[in-house]
Protein backbone atom coordinates (compact mmCIF):
# COMPACT_ATOMS: atom_id res chain seq x y z
CA UNK A 1 0.00 0.00 0.00
CA UNK A 2 1.43 3.16 -0.90
CA UNK A 3 0.43 6.47 0.72
CA UNK A 4 2.08 9.07 3.79
CA UNK A 5 2.38 7.55 7.46
CA UNK A 6 2.89 9.88 10.88
CA UNK A 7 3.54 9.14 13.86
CA UNK A 8 2.46 9.34 16.43
CA UNK A 9 -1.03 10.58 16.13
CA UNK A 10 -1.43 12.22 19.44
CA UNK A 11 1.76 13.50 21.57
CA UNK A 12 1.67 15.42 24.59
CA UNK A 13 4.67 17.70 25.46
CA UNK A 14 5.55 19.65 28.79
CA UNK A 15 6.67 23.14 28.12
CA UNK A 16 10.23 23.33 27.63
CA UNK A 17 10.70 20.02 25.60
CA UNK A 18 12.03 19.63 22.11
CA UNK A 19 9.70 17.35 20.18
CA UNK A 20 9.90 15.34 16.73
CA UNK A 21 6.85 14.52 14.53
CA UNK A 22 7.79 11.48 12.40
CA UNK A 23 6.37 11.37 8.60
CA UNK A 24 7.43 8.66 6.33
CA UNK A 25 6.03 8.24 2.77
CA UNK A 26 6.48 5.32 -0.04
CA UNK A 27 5.18 7.20 -3.26
CA UNK A 28 8.68 8.22 -4.39
CA UNK A 29 7.49 11.72 -4.65
CA UNK A 30 10.28 14.28 -4.22
CA UNK A 31 8.81 16.68 -2.00
CA UNK A 32 7.22 17.00 0.90
CA UNK A 33 5.74 19.58 2.95
CA UNK A 34 4.73 20.28 6.69
CA UNK A 35 1.59 22.43 7.76
CA UNK A 36 -0.02 23.19 10.56
CA UNK A 37 -3.52 23.78 11.25
CA UNK A 38 -5.32 25.56 13.81
CA UNK A 39 -9.21 26.03 13.80
CA UNK A 40 -10.46 28.84 11.57
CA UNK A 41 -6.50 29.15 10.40
CA UNK A 42 -6.68 27.02 7.22
CA UNK A 43 -3.18 25.37 6.51
CA UNK A 44 0.07 27.40 7.01
CA UNK A 45 3.23 26.06 5.67
CA UNK A 46 5.90 25.62 8.17
CA UNK A 47 8.54 23.68 5.79
CA UNK A 48 8.93 22.09 2.70
CA UNK A 49 11.72 20.02 0.62
CA UNK A 50 11.81 19.29 -3.20
CA UNK A 51 15.16 17.15 -3.25
CA UNK A 52 16.97 15.35 -0.77
CA UNK A 53 19.76 17.48 1.68
CA UNK A 54 17.25 20.42 1.02
CA UNK A 55 14.84 22.48 2.37
CA UNK A 56 13.17 25.80 2.68
CA UNK A 57 10.87 28.20 5.10
CA UNK A 58 7.71 28.74 4.69
CA UNK A 59 5.12 31.33 6.27
CA UNK A 60 5.83 30.09 9.92
CA UNK A 61 9.44 28.42 10.15
CA UNK A 62 9.99 30.32 13.59
CA UNK A 63 10.44 27.63 16.38
CA UNK A 64 10.33 24.83 13.96
CA UNK A 65 13.63 22.60 12.50
CA UNK A 66 13.34 20.00 10.03
CA UNK A 67 15.71 17.31 8.03
CA UNK A 68 15.59 15.74 4.58
CA UNK A 69 18.47 12.68 4.79
CA UNK A 70 16.52 10.58 2.84
CA UNK A 71 13.74 10.49 -0.12
CA UNK A 72 11.21 8.77 1.97
CA UNK A 73 11.63 10.97 5.25
CA UNK A 74 10.77 14.30 6.46
CA UNK A 75 10.85 14.61 10.25
CA UNK A 76 9.92 17.93 11.65
CA UNK A 77 10.81 19.12 15.25
CA UNK A 78 9.27 21.25 17.63
CA UNK A 79 11.37 23.48 19.83
CA UNK A 80 11.12 24.92 23.04
CA UNK A 81 11.07 28.32 20.86
CA UNK A 82 7.86 27.51 19.90
CA UNK A 83 5.77 29.82 21.46
CA UNK A 84 2.33 28.36 20.80
CA UNK A 85 3.09 24.88 19.84
CA UNK A 86 -0.78 22.97 20.12
CA UNK A 87 -2.16 22.32 16.74
CA UNK A 88 -2.81 19.65 14.36
CA UNK A 89 0.25 18.95 12.26
CA UNK A 90 -0.13 17.80 8.62
CA UNK A 91 2.10 16.15 6.52
CA UNK A 92 1.98 15.81 2.14
CA UNK A 93 4.23 14.98 -0.33
CA UNK A 94 3.58 16.00 -4.04
CA UNK A 95 3.98 15.16 -7.72
CA UNK A 96 3.87 16.52 -10.79
CA UNK A 97 4.03 19.64 -12.67
CA UNK A 98 1.10 21.06 -10.71
CA UNK A 99 2.60 20.21 -7.17
CA UNK A 100 -0.82 17.70 -6.38
CA UNK A 101 -1.14 17.57 -2.62
CA UNK A 102 -1.12 14.20 -1.03
CA UNK A 103 -1.43 14.59 3.09
CA UNK A 104 -0.68 12.08 5.81
CA UNK A 105 -3.39 11.53 8.80
CA UNK A 106 -1.89 14.07 10.90
CA UNK A 107 -0.27 14.52 14.49
CA UNK A 108 -2.43 16.14 17.12
CA UNK A 109 0.49 18.11 19.47
CA UNK A 110 -0.73 19.48 22.94
CA UNK A 111 1.75 20.94 25.17
CA UNK A 112 1.11 20.44 29.15
CA UNK B 1 2.14 36.05 -3.63
CA UNK B 2 -0.99 34.21 -4.40
CA UNK B 3 -3.70 35.09 -2.04
CA UNK B 4 -7.04 32.43 -2.04
CA UNK B 5 -10.07 33.79 -0.45
CA UNK B 6 -12.71 30.86 0.44
CA UNK B 7 -16.52 31.28 1.46
CA UNK B 8 -18.75 30.80 3.41
CA UNK B 9 -16.68 29.51 6.57
CA UNK B 10 -19.31 27.45 7.38
CA UNK B 11 -22.35 26.27 5.17
CA UNK B 12 -25.43 24.52 6.71
CA UNK B 13 -27.48 22.39 4.42
CA UNK B 14 -30.38 19.87 4.61
CA UNK B 15 -29.79 16.47 3.46
CA UNK B 16 -30.82 16.79 -0.17
CA UNK B 17 -30.39 19.81 -1.12
CA UNK B 18 -27.03 21.81 -3.17
CA UNK B 19 -24.07 22.92 -1.77
CA UNK B 20 -21.90 25.65 -3.43
CA UNK B 21 -18.62 26.82 -2.03
CA UNK B 22 -16.50 29.75 -3.66
CA UNK B 23 -12.87 30.68 -3.85
CA UNK B 24 -11.28 33.70 -5.36
CA UNK B 25 -7.72 33.94 -6.26
CA UNK B 26 -5.38 37.20 -7.09
CA UNK B 27 -2.27 35.60 -9.15
CA UNK B 28 -3.62 35.48 -12.89
CA UNK B 29 -0.58 32.91 -13.24
CA UNK B 30 -2.09 30.69 -11.59
CA UNK B 31 -3.49 27.53 -13.76
CA UNK B 32 -4.48 24.56 -10.99
CA UNK B 33 -7.45 24.77 -8.68
CA UNK B 34 -7.58 21.63 -6.30
CA UNK B 35 -10.12 21.12 -3.66
CA UNK B 36 -9.88 18.71 -0.75
CA UNK B 37 -12.26 17.30 1.87
CA UNK B 38 -11.13 16.69 5.47
CA UNK B 39 -12.90 14.66 7.81
CA UNK B 40 -12.96 15.27 11.80
CA UNK B 41 -9.23 14.34 13.02
CA UNK B 42 -8.25 12.81 9.21
CA UNK B 43 -5.93 14.44 6.73
CA UNK B 44 -7.36 16.27 3.96
CA UNK B 45 -8.11 14.26 0.52
CA UNK B 46 -8.22 15.49 -2.64
CA UNK B 47 -11.92 14.60 -4.29
CA UNK B 48 -11.28 17.15 -7.40
CA UNK B 49 -9.06 19.41 -9.69
CA UNK B 50 -9.15 21.76 -12.27
CA UNK B 51 -6.45 22.91 -14.71
CA UNK B 52 -7.26 26.12 -16.01
CA UNK B 53 -7.75 25.25 -19.72
CA UNK B 54 -10.77 23.85 -18.78
CA UNK B 55 -14.50 25.58 -17.42
CA UNK B 56 -16.05 22.97 -15.33
CA UNK B 57 -15.43 19.54 -14.60
CA UNK B 58 -17.74 16.45 -12.78
CA UNK B 59 -17.86 13.61 -10.64
CA UNK B 60 -20.85 12.23 -9.93
CA UNK B 61 -22.02 14.65 -7.39
CA UNK B 62 -19.27 16.92 -7.08
CA UNK B 63 -18.67 19.15 -9.83
CA UNK B 64 -15.69 22.40 -9.88
CA UNK B 65 -16.08 25.42 -12.38
CA UNK B 66 -13.50 27.72 -13.38
CA UNK B 67 -13.88 31.42 -14.27
CA UNK B 68 -10.37 32.67 -15.23
CA UNK B 69 -11.43 36.02 -16.13
CA UNK B 70 -12.93 36.96 -12.93
CA UNK B 71 -10.18 34.57 -10.91
CA UNK B 72 -12.81 32.49 -8.99
CA UNK B 73 -13.88 29.15 -8.62
CA UNK B 74 -16.47 26.94 -7.40
CA UNK B 75 -16.98 23.94 -5.45
CA UNK B 76 -20.58 22.49 -6.16
CA UNK B 77 -21.88 19.06 -4.25
CA UNK B 78 -25.41 18.05 -5.08
CA UNK B 79 -27.70 15.85 -3.42
CA UNK B 80 -25.66 16.04 -0.42
CA UNK B 81 -25.78 13.50 2.07
CA UNK B 82 -24.59 13.46 6.13
CA UNK B 83 -21.36 11.95 4.97
CA UNK B 84 -19.90 14.69 2.87
CA UNK B 85 -20.30 17.31 6.40
CA UNK B 86 -16.66 17.66 6.59
CA UNK B 87 -14.14 20.87 6.01
CA UNK B 88 -13.45 21.41 2.43
CA UNK B 89 -10.41 23.05 0.93
CA UNK B 90 -9.16 24.97 -1.80
CA UNK B 91 -6.35 25.75 -3.38
CA UNK B 92 -4.60 27.49 -6.26
CA UNK B 93 -1.36 26.92 -7.65
CA UNK B 94 0.87 27.90 -10.41
CA UNK B 95 2.59 24.25 -11.01
CA UNK B 96 6.39 24.19 -11.27
CA UNK B 97 8.10 24.82 -8.33
CA UNK B 98 5.01 26.92 -6.48
CA UNK B 99 3.44 25.49 -3.42
CA UNK B 100 -0.14 25.64 -3.79
CA UNK B 101 -2.07 28.54 -1.56
CA UNK B 102 -5.10 27.28 0.27
CA UNK B 103 -8.21 29.01 1.39
CA UNK B 104 -8.75 28.88 4.93
CA UNK B 105 -11.45 26.19 4.32
CA UNK B 106 -15.68 25.90 4.88
CA UNK B 107 -17.60 23.66 7.32
CA UNK B 108 -20.12 21.94 5.71
CA UNK B 109 -22.95 20.24 7.85
CA UNK B 110 -25.27 18.04 6.09
CA UNK B 111 -28.51 17.33 8.62
CA UNK B 112 -30.52 14.57 8.01
Known amino acids: DGGITQSPKYLFRKEGQNVTLSCEQN?????MYWYRQDPGQGLRLIYYSQIVNDFQKGDIAEGYSVSREKKESFPLTVTSAQKNPTAFYLC???????????FGPGTRLTVL | GENVEQHPSTLSVQEGDSAVIKCTYS??????FPWYKQELGKGPQLIIDIRSNVGEKKDQRIAVTLNKTAKHFSLHITETQPEDSAVYFCAASKGGSYIPTFGRGTSLIVHP
Open chain 1, 92 to 102: ASSIGQYNEQF
Open chain 1, 27 to 31: LNHDA
Open chain 2, 27 to 32: DSASNY
